[in-house]
């Protein structure tokens, strides 16, 4: 394990998390590595934790600012929410207990574009951050890091912080050294171009270069990533799958897309699981990934031969598959490039690329509007992601979407989403069990019965009810009647439903 | 005259209006230049209008889909629309006789973002485009086109369509050759970086390549663009722009901004004219302008040795400086250039430039959602222009607003925007004569009241009354009583204010 920290400076530094934690006070702002369950810190958050703990027992305040890559895992984001250690917290969240504390209003969260959050650092709108806190799976021999499952915004973080707590992960392999291609752009006023013209380019070093004099403690650790169980697609979930893949193919049929060199963008979950197991099948060859995460679909299209390289910022992988990425490591470096996430979702480097963006929803209204983060507006579930870097700046964006969920009770489709962070604007093509909804070159009152058309059919009559009384408006651009716009989300509070009960 | 059609060849084209229009069919795509009121044809736009009412008149279909770089005017888009003689129209419009139209659903117009207009061209979303109408101030020996006082879309549409009529103006200045700087990214798969690091940066040709054996047509024509009194900006405007100018000095005070080369972006109106006359007597030196439009404000700061460099796609000047413009356009072009929307407007040199964007708005609500295109939801004021490519890749987003509007009847700031078209994740400050509501670093709920200390004291009230509702919502992310969230636009409705009547 020692020979993991190759810099004796920095072996000096070795110490437990719980001396460590000395170096984290109240009032503190940490940026952490960690992005979707991979590579964050796993020792220091519990360490932290129970030093809130203490300080509450002795009725002292005790909470910190913590910035991250994106979602972490219930032993770091988890018990830090638990322990009512943290204050205010960006740019991603999924966990349970912290969203709960959200949705209570017992903690403060920040929803930001993960393009915009390492950048915001840097041009230090949160001011000074005391402190970075950073899963290595080696130190080199000059103190510098190589970061192990996830890059994140750890560059940004370890450039603005002014003390650094590094923890080395035995449990990540060694062999993803190479796999990352660390480069951000200079700060302001330097900024220069992005020099990615392919998915594949590789730019940067394999490790971040800190300054290894503001390094004030090294923890040993042996833990795994939060690698989440894969869900087999069920019925639906291949559904949708295959009323995208069936979208492809239109795109290609109408000249606008190749067989050969399909860039895609891909959120995380069943449906896109069901996507990438579709084009396995396909006629798509030379598949590349311009993305935030690769996961287990990925894998196995590299191992097929039909995706020649995928590029991320992190990995979200099922336990089996983590277990075979740490083994193979050396083998998948050729072909998985991780980056920054100021580069993975760079808008430069997306538009550049031409790729065809699939984000998941909670809902969309008749006009195109999604909703990517609040239940009846007020309701966090998540938080927005890339969602919006991706769509804004893909060739082709798409959303993809269950019709109903909860058994029927909520429907994808509404009159007005209850929250708004993808606009009509930005978002081209609604996808559910039911088809497509090609919106592109389409005004507003076009597009309604095409979103109509991808709703449940239960919720088909209830939406041309309301279009009905919207067309009624004085005004025709974007016809409304704002007296029922939310009609849908107020039976769902009242009764537990968006349907109508007789 | 003759000299400015420099190719025989195409000199052989020449030809009344009244003819060319004989290339302009029903159904027809057509795409033409023009932003802000300037560059846009003169001719043949009354020439189709007429033909389309001679068809209509014979109880004949005829309408064309018109894609423009932004608004032209009223002998372009008011003409056409007041024929009836428009399908389909985008990316922007602000034309009273179309926005009448458009509000009757009596047109289609879809309001698109103006850095993916011609680009979605070029991607084929549109289909063939069957005509480009472009005006142009010479045509070179090699029949390529010098553009006159904006170049917009037209490097896109006239690379899409498959025939060309120009309009070679003689009211526009032979010396804006070499203002223009033509470049745009090549196709799919083929994007490069855009190599341009500092506004000032020129990478292309002062003219546009075309394939002359296209042109079907050439009109000459001697009108003027339409050029719209400037406005002297009101003590309303004054307070804001002071206020906008406090917020710039306080991010100097922070170390977040130099008085040395400031970058701006800025929409057009009022309020930017205060801010333009507020920064001549600034500390601010050496300022660029990496923006849309070039106003009235920006050329004083030319003349005054105060900005070095405006970068832009368009003029939108009063006559005067219209005038003057036209005389001395030699002198400008060593610090203004015009270059293709999708440079102007693009994601990429946004962000690099650092630039802090300032737009205009219809209202935001209290979480710092805005809305920039639609009264009480549905009706289209203008359009979205270029403020989402500004906002979403600025170094800092502002919007700048009166407080309220019609005498009072409208606050800008309610409880929940009736359109969304720049959320929450995307606008960092908002400016009304009442002050500055940063909003970086802020969960939803402490935005609250930063928004509220920005609305007219009149409304004040009433928006505590409404976030006193929301406070009682089980979901504390981002409270809100949906019951509730449009009272303000209901009132509207009802009774011709958003106060309450006693």
Not at 62 to 82: H, N, Q, R
Not at 116 to 138: K, N, T, Y
Request: glycine share 8%; proline share 5%.
């Amino acid at each position: 394990m020692s020979d993991r920290i190759a810099s004796a400076k920095l072996r000096d530094k070795v110490m437990s998390a719980e001396e460590a934690v000395q170096f984290v006070n109240h009032g503190d702002k940490v940026g952490t590595s960690g992005f979707t369950g991979a590579g964050y810190p796993k020792a220091l958050p519990a360490a932290i934790s129970e030093k809130a703990k203490a300080a509450h027992d002795k009725g002292q305040d005790f909470s910190i600012d913590m910035y991250t890559g994106a979602s972490t895992a219930p032993e770091c984001d988890g018990v830090l929410a638990e322990a009512g250690a943290l204050r205010y917290r960006m740019p991603y969240q999924s966990d349970p207990t912290m969203r709960k504390k959200i949705n209570a209003g017992e903690m403060k969260f920040q929803d930001i574009h993960l393009s915009h959050s390492g950048m915001m650092v840097e041009q230090g709108f949160f001011g000074e951050v005391d402190l970075a806190i950073v899963e290595a799976v080696r130190i080199t021999e000059e103190g510098n890091i190589v970061p192990s499952s996830s890059v994140g915004n750890s560059v940004e973080f370890l450039n603005a912080a002014k003390k650094i707590i590094i923890e080395v992960n035995e449990w990540q392999s060694e062999e993803l050294e190479g796999m990352h291609d660390i480069w951000t752009v200079p700060p302001l006023p330097n900024r220069i171009p992005i020099p990615i013209t392919k998915c594949g380019d590789r730019i940067g070093t394999t490790y971040i270069e800190i300054d290894p004099e503001k390094v004030v403690a090294v923890v040993k650790t042996n833990d795994p990533d939060r690698n989440a169980p894969f869900k087999a697609p069920d019925e639906i979930s291949e559904q949708i799958a295959g009323n995208f893949l069936d979208f492809l193919e239109n795109e290609v049929k109408a000249g606008r897309l190749a067989y050969d060199g399909y860039v895609m963008q891909s959120g995380v979950g069943n449906v896109p699981n069901a996507v990438m197991a579709g084009l396995m099948d396909s006629k798509f060859e030379n598949i590349q990934a311009y993305t935030e995460v690769i996961q287990d679909g990925m894998v196995d299209l590299i191992d097929a031969g039909k995706m020649t390289v995928a590029s991320a910022t992190s990995f979200s992988l099922s336990p089996e598959y983590a277990e075979k990425m740490n083994n193979e490591a050396s083998r998948y470096r050729e072909s998985i490039i991780l980056r920054p996430q100021s580069i993975s979702n760079h808008p430069e480097v997306i538009r550049r690329t031409g790729l065809i963006a699939s984000n998941g929803m909670i809902e969309a209204d008749i006009y195109g509007n999604a909703n990517s983060t609040h239940i009846n507006g007020s309701r966090l579930m998540n938080a927005l992601g890339g969602s919006g870097d991706f769509t804004r700046n893909a060739y082709i964006s798409s959303f993809i979407s269950p019709s109903v969920a909860k058994d029927g009770a909520i429907s994808a489709i509404v009159p007005f989403a209850s929250h708004i962070d993808h606009n009509e604007h930005d978002a081209m093509v609604f996808i559910t069990e039911y088809g497509v909804a090609d919106l592109r070159g389409l005004a507003p009152r076009d597009r309604v019965a095409k979103m109509i058309s991808i709703a449940h059919p239960s919720y088909r009559p209830l939406l041309e009810e309301y279009v009905e009384l919207a067309s009624k408006c004085k005004y025709q651009a974007t016809p409304h009647d704002l007296r029922h716009a939310f009609d849908f989300h107020l039976r769902m509070e009242e009764t537990g439903t968006m349907l109508k009960q007789d």
